[in-house]
């Protein structure tokens, strides 16, 4: 699985390497799809900072992270004041939406196979 990181802010190497490690754990739940995706899956993730319509406040960042999987895009979106934090969010939801996936396509491929 490739990740792409793209970045709307100045980024220093220990949290490019952040984002790989949290978002590559990801990837244990799509092993079995990176094969069968032509030239392998990629994870696209954007960091932001939000703030450019806050006049008041603390910064906020937005991390989206979208997945190619066959048949389906999975996207999700974490925010927080802490980049970090919001990169753990996005990952989370991103688990959550690829679990669905499997399940969903888990019970398709077996109720196929009792027919």
């Not at 980024?11 to 754990?25: D, I, L, Q, R």
């Not at 932001?48 to 999987?69: M, Q, W």
């Given at each position: 699985?490739?990740?792409?990181?793209?970045?709307?802010?100045?980024?220093?190497?220990?949290?490019?390497?952040?984002?790989?490690?949290?978002?590559?754990?990801?990837?244990k739940?799509?092993?079995?799809?990176?094969?069968?995706?032509?030239?392998?899956?990629?994870?696209?993730?954007e960091?932001?900072?939000?703030?450019?319509?806050?006049?008041?406040?603390e910064?906020?960042?937005?991390?989206?992270?979208?997945?190619?999987?066959?048949k389906?895009?999975?996207?999700?979106?974490?925010?927080?004041?802490?980049a970090?934090?919001?990169?753990?969010?996005?990952?989370?939801?991103?688990?959550?939406?690829?679990?669905?996936?499997?399940?969903?396509?888990?019970?398709?491929?077996?109720?196929?196979?009792?027919?």
């Amino acid at each position: 699985m490739n990740i792409i990181i793209k970045k709307t802010l100045d980024a220093t190497p220990a949290f490019e390497e952040y984002v790989y490690e949290k978002m590559g754990s990801v990837e244990k739940f799509v092993k079995a799809f990176d094969d069968v995706q032509v030239g392998g899956l990629a994870l696209r993730v954007e960091v932001a900072r939000a703030t450019e319509h806050h006049k008041k406040g603390e910064d906020i960042f937005t991390v989206t992270a979208s997945l190619t999987l066959p048949k389906k895009e999975i996207r999700a979106e974490g925010s927080a004041a802490d980049a970090r934090v919001a990169i753990d969010r996005a990952r989370d939801v991103l688990r959550e939406e690829i679990e669905k996936y499997k399940t969903k396509n888990l019970e398709h491929y077996r109720a196929e196979k009792e027919r």
